[in-house]
C-alpha cells in the first residue's frame, strides 16, 4: 500500500450525518433567499411603479441590516446555546418571508424586507459555524469549500425556478410561499442535528462569557464582533463583493430592457452556479492540501476577466462569459478566503470568524446594490458595469500588493 492510499484511508469521514444535514439546511437558507431575489426588482416595479434608484435603496436595506445582525451574530454564536441561536433565527428567516404576503405598499414591503435581513444574517453565521463545529480538524479547509457548494446549487436551481412560475402563472404570492415552506423545511432538517458540546478544559465545560474572559475578549472589545486580525483580508473581500451586488441585483432588467433576453437572468445564474459547482469540486484538493493563498489568486484572477467582459461585451456574449468566469472564479476563491478568516482566529473564536467573512460580503454587495441603483438612474447602466469592475480590480490589487503577505504574517493554522 502506497503513503497516498495509507493518508487516504486514514483520513476521518467528510460527509457524516451532521455535516450532511446542515449542509443541506444550508442549501434550504439559499434555494428561498435566491427564489426571490431576481424578482423582487421586478416585483417592486410591476406592483409599486418603483423606480431603478428606489429599487436600489429599499433592496440594499436588507443587506444593511444583515450586516449590521453580522456584527453581533459572531459573539452570539461563540457564547450562547448554538442550537437555540439557529433554529430561533432560521425560524424568524422563514417566517418573514410571509410578510412579502402582506406588503401591500412600498412602504411596508420596504420594512419587511429590510427587517428580513437580520434573521438572514445570525442564521447563515450559526448555521456555518455549526458545519465548522461537526467537520473533522484534517478535513475542515476541504469541507468548508463543499458546503459553499449548497449556496450555489440553491443559487442555480431557484432563479431559474422562481422566473419559470413568474413567467407561468405570473403571481409572485406563490413564489413567496413557496420561498417560506423551503426555509421551514430547513428549519425542521436543522432540528435533528446533534450539536456538538462546548468546549472542555479539564476544569470541565467552558460557557462562551469564561471562553472570552479566557482569551481576553471582554464583551465590549471590537475584537468580540469583528476579527480584527482579519481587516485587510475583509476589506479586500469587500472590494471584491461590491461589483456582484451590481450584477446580482441589475442582471434581469438589464437583460430584459437592453438585450431583449426575458429569460436572460435565470439561465444567467444556472451557468454561474454549475461554473461556481465545478470550480469547488476542482478546488478541494487543493485546499486540503493547504494551498488557501493559490486557490484564493487564481480564483479572483479569474474573476475581474469576468467582470471586464460584462463591462466591455453589451451583448449575448458579455453576460454569459461574466456567468462563465465569475462562476470558474469564485468558486476557488471563496472557500479560500473564508478559511482565511478562519484561519486567523482562535478556535473559540469560529462564529465571529465567520460573522467576519460574511459581514465583509455583504458589506460589498449592499454597497454595489447602492451605488449601482444610483449609477444606474445617473449614467446609465455602462457606467455602473465600469465602477463594479474597476471595484473588483482594486480588490485583486489589494490582495497581491498587501493581503498575501499580512495573512502569512497572521495566520495561526
Keep these: 500500500m502506497n503513503s497516498s492510499t495509507i493518508e487516504h484511508t486514514a483520513l476521518p469521514k467528510l460527509w457524516n450525518a451532521n455535516y450532511t444535514k446542515v449542509w443541506t439546511a444550508n442549501f434550504m437558507i439559499f434555494f428561498s433567499f435566491m427564489l426571490v431575489m431576481p424578482l423582487l426588482p421586478l416585483y417592486m416595479t410591476e406592483e409599486f411603479g418603483a423606480g431603478k434608484h428606489t429599487i436600489g435603496v429599499v433592496l440594499s436595506g436588507y443587506t444593511v441590516t444583515a450586516l449590521f445582525a453580522r456584527l453581533f451574530s459572531g459573539y452570539i454564536v461563540?457564547?450562547?446555546?448554538?442550537?437555540?441561536?439557529?433554529?430561533?433565527s432560521y425560524g424568524l428567516?422563514?417566517?418573514?418571508?410571509?410578510?412579502?404576503?402582506?406588503?401591500?405598499s412600498m412602504i411596508l414591503f420596504a420594512i419587511v424586507r429590510t427587517m428580513h435581513g437580520a434573521p438572514f444574517g445570525t442564521t447563515t453565521v450559526a448555521n456555518s459555524t455549526v458545519a465548522i463545529d461537526v467537520l473533522p480538524s484534517v478535513r475542515r479547509a476541504e469541507g468548508i469549500g463543499y458546503?459553499?457548494?449548497?449556496?450555489?446549487?440553491?443559487?442555480?436551481i431557484s432563479p431559474t425556478i422562481?422566473?419559470?412560475?413568474?413567467?407561468?402563472?405570473?403571481?409572485?404570492?406563490?413564489?413567496?410561499?413557496?420561498?417560506?415552506?423551503?426555509?421551514?423545511?430547513?428549519?425542521f432538517i436543522n432540528y435533528t442535528?446533534?450539536?456538538?458540546?462546548?468546549?472542555?478544559?479539564?476544569?470541565?465545560?467552558?460557557?462562551?462569557?469564561?471562553?472570552a474572559t479566557k482569551t481576553g475578549a471582554g464583551l465590549m472589545r471590537l475584537d468580540r464582533f469583528f476579527l480584527v486580525k482579519s481587516w485587510s483580508v475583509g476589506l479586500m473581500l469587500a472590494a471584491l463583493a461590491f461589483p456582484y451586488g451590481?450584477?446580482?441585483?441589475?442582471?434581469?432588467?438589464?437583460?430584459?430592457?437592453?438585450?431583449?433576453?426575458?429569460?436572460g437572468a435565470g439561465a444567467y445564474f444556472l451557468v454561474?452556479?454549475?461554473?461556481?459547482?465545478?470550480?469547488?469540486?476542482?478546488?478541494?484538493?487543493?485546499?486540503?492540501?493547504?494551498?488557501?493563498?493559490?486557490?484564493?489568486?487564481?480564483?479572483?484572477?479569474i474573476s475581474v476577466f469576468g467582470y471586464l467582459c460584462f463591462a466591455s461585451f453589451h451583448n449575448f456574449?458579455?453576460?454569459?462569459?461574466?456567468?462563465?468566469?465569475?462562476?470558474?472564479?469564485?468558486?476557488?476563491?471563496?472557500?479560500?478566503?473564508?478559511?482565511?478568516?478562519?484561519?486567523?482566529?482562535?478556535?473559540?473564536?469560529?462564529?465571529?470568524?465567520?460573522?467576519?467573512?460574511?459581514?465583509?460580503?455583504?458589506?460589498?454587495?449592499?454597497?454595489?446594490?447602492?451605488?449601482?441603483?444610483?449609477?444606474?438612474?445617473?449614467?446609465?447602466?455602462?457606467?455602473?458595469?465600469?465602477?463594479?469592475?474597476?471595484?473588483?480590480?482594486?480588490?485583486?490589487?489589494?490582495?497581491?500588493?498587501?493581503?498575501?503577505?499580512?495573512?502569512?504574517?497572521?495566520?495561526?493554522?
Excluded at 246 to 254: P, R
Excluded at 277 to 293: A, E, F, N
Design 193 to 211: 442535528v446533534s450539536f456538538p458540546e462546548k468546549t472542555k478544559t479539564g476544569t470541565g465545560t467552558l460557557t462562551g462569557t469564561e471562553l
Design 246 to 263: 451590481v450584477i446580482s441585483t441589475y442582471i434581469a432588467i438589464y437583460a430584459k430592457e437592453q438585450l431583449g433576453l426575458t429569460k
Design 317 to 413: 456574449f458579455g453576460v454569459f462569459a461574466n456567468a462563465v468566469l465569475l462562476g470558474l472564479g469564485n468558486g476557488h476563491m471563496m472557500p479560500a478566503v473564508q478559511n482565511m478568516f478562519v484561519n486567523l482566529a482562535p478556535h473559540n473564536r469560529r462564529g465571529t470568524a465567520n460573522a467576519s467573512f460574511l459581514t465583509s460580503w455583504d458589506l460589498g454587495v449592499g454597497l454595489g446594490v447602492l451605488v449601482g441603483g444610483i449609477a444606474v438612474e445617473l449614467c446609465g447602466y455602462y457606467a455602473a458595469f465600469w465602477t463594479a469592475f474597476v471595484m473588483n480590480a482594486l480588490g485583486v490589487a489589494f490582495f497581491f500588493a498587501y493581503v498575501k503577505k499580512h495573512y502569512n504574517l497572521n495566520k495561526l493554522y
Design 147 to 156: 458546503y459553499g457548494l449548497a449556496n450555489n446549487l440553491g443559487t442555480a
Design 93 to 104: 428567516f422563514a417566517c418573514f418571508f410571509l410578510g412579502y404576503l402582506i406588503g401591500g
Design 272 to 301: 454561474l452556479s454549475v461554473c461556481l459547482m465545478l470550480s469547488r469540486l476542482t478546488g478541494g484538493k487543493s485546499l486540503r492540501q493547504g494551498k488557501v493563498i493559490h486557490n484564493a489568486a487564481i480564483g479572483m484572477s
Design 162 to 187: 422562481g422566473l419559470f412560475l413568474y413567467e407561468a402563472v405570473g403571481n409572485f404570492q406563490i413564489i413567496f410561499l413557496l420561498s417560506f415552506f423551503m426555509a421551514a423545511l430547513g428549519v
Design 78 to 88: 461563540d457564547t450562547f446555546n448554538r442550537r437555540t441561536v439557529l433554529l430561533l
